[in-house]
């Protein structure tokens, strides 16, 4: 039996960065994965989610076009087009990992893994089983859907974002459960594309974790586009009637009737079967509890991405992956979770890294607060974009640039720069000093650092605000 010198349990965007980057430096490795390769990332979340937000965004453009000379008399939108332009999407990345992975001569396995042991690996596929030997392994299996006991799943009127990516249809009435990401992105989408939707979310605000002025846009937005925003509320389920399902909110009176339902309720870690405590994996709060080098209680076995439920982004389950082969082949790589960039594909695009205002308020430092809004943005302004704003906070002693956020047109996009300005070590002094390309977006950047330091030109001079 070959003894390889890494495993990889999970083929997501964590598991296979882990596998190449292995196999890129000399080691043997194989990868097992029960399912496709790619993961929920690319086949049940972020790809196809995105090959969705692309074409929603297009056709709202397209509407609302009649301000360019656009008119849009008669438009029909294709939706059965839609989702196989999205098909097309994910099975084109779906066959180039599976090429990077044959050309990286890593060997894959299909089937589930279970561990027998801490070098020993059982994989079984239906009746089939077999046994391999590695030195290291790395965990990557992944998260599931949270659900809910009161909206069991059927696939057909109760779903999880999951089965909600695989429709080849959009219904016409949709209630969604859970208003962070996954619900607001879905929400947009889904209004966009023509579905009736009602946003339920039981906490006060929307995107809890985002700034307050990005999501008051996103809930505008989200408002014009026809959904019907539900706030500090819980639903249960009455019953059914003729394909529908009856519902009923906490404090209102009023029954909503809806095609389906769709959880979207965030994500836990998928740590069932893998015989983990059977072997001393210790789980923490319902996690695989790894240190800073990725590694488990048991020294040569590692673990990485949504199941360590760190952060749960693909790339920071790639960024960890390159952690834990460093250490897996000798190495001593610690993780630092401090620039993490994160994006939310809403109606309007949202972009964070580093502190939120209200944690920058909380560290007890003296910050600067600089900011710069779309519309005073020539760029923005072309592009009919002039809803949103860039921001980042300062720290007034060094200058050093504590987290920032961004709403708007290619928000996703401008956050980069930003994170970049971040792990360089950047002062807001310097990033104030880059000269940006006119007329592009980027330059809110260099005008919300300027007006950190009390000098933006193109909008109103104001005092230098510490905070």
């Not at 396995?109 to 690996?121: K, M, Q, W, Y």
Request: glycine share 12%.
């Amino acid at each position: 039996m070959v003894e390889f010198d890494i495993a990889v349990i999970g083929g997501g965007p964590g598991g296979y960065t882990a596998a190449i980057r292995a196999a890129q430096q000399g080691a043997c490795v194989c990868l097992i994965e029960k399912g496709k390769i790619g993961g929920t990332c690319l086949h049940r979340g972020c790809i196809p989610t995105k090959a969705f937000f692309s074409t929603a965004r297009l056709l709202d453009m397209v509407r609302d076009g009649a301000v360019h000379g656009v008119h849009a008399d008669g438009l029909r939108f294709d939706i059965e087009a839609a989702i196989q332009r999205k098909n097309k999407v994910v099975g084109k990345l779906e066959s180039g990992v599976e090429k990077l992975l044959a050309e990286n001569k890593v060997e894959i396995f299909r089937g589930a893994a279970t561990l027998e042991g801490t070098n020993r690996i059982r994989i079984h596929q239906g009746s089939v089983t077999g046994h391999i030997q590695a030195r290291n392994i790395i965990l990557a299996p992944g998260s599931k859907p949270i659900t809910l006991q009161a909206f069991p799943v059927d696939g057909k009127n109760i779903l999880t974002s999951e089965e909600f990516l695989a429709m080849d249809a959009f219904p016409e009435s949709l209630v969604i459960i859970g208003g962070g990401y996954i619900g607001c992105e879905l929400a947009g989408i889904a209004a966009v594309f023509g579905t009736k939707v009602v946003l339920v979310e039981k906490m006060p605000e929307l995107l809890a974790l985002s700034d307050p002025q990005a999501v008051k846009e996103v809930e505008r937005q989200l408002v014009a586009k026809g959904v019907d925003i539900r706030k500090g509320a819980e639903v249960a389920l009455q019953g059914r009637d003729a394909g529908k399902l009856q519902l009923r909110l906490s404090g209102q009176e009023d029954i909503l009737e809806t095609d389906m339902v769709l959880c979207a309720l965030g994500r836990r870690p998928n740590t069932e079967n893998l015989g983990l405590e059977e072997i001393g994996v210790k789980l923490e709060n319902g996690a695989i509890g790894v240190d800073s080098h990725m590694r488990t209680s048991v020294p040569n076995i590692f673990a990485i991405g949504d199941v360590t439920n760190k952060i749960q982004l693909a790339h920071v389950a790639s960024y960890q992956a390159e952690i834990a082969v460093k250490n897996a082949l000798g190495g001593t790589a610690e993780a630092d979770y401090r620039v993490i960039p994160s994006t939310i594909f809403t109606f309007p695009e949202i972009g964070q890294v580093g502190l939120t205002e209200r944690q920058c308020h909380e560290s007890g430092r003296d910050f600067q607060t600089g900011w710069f809004p779309f519309q005073a943005s020539g760029k923005a302004l072309c592009d009919g974009k002039e809803r949103g704003m860039v921001k980042l906070f300062a720290d007034t002693r060094d200058g050093t640039i504590m987290g920032a956020s961004a709403h708007g047109e290619e928000a996703a996009t401008l956050i980069s720069e930003l994170a970049v300005a971040m792990q360089t070590g950047t002062t807001v002094s310097q990033l104030a000093e880059v000269v940006h390309s006119h007329p592009t977006l980027p330059e809110m950047i260099k005008e919300a650092a300027d007006d950190a330091l009390g000098r933006a030109v193109h909008k109103v001079p104001r005092k230098v605000r510490k905070n």
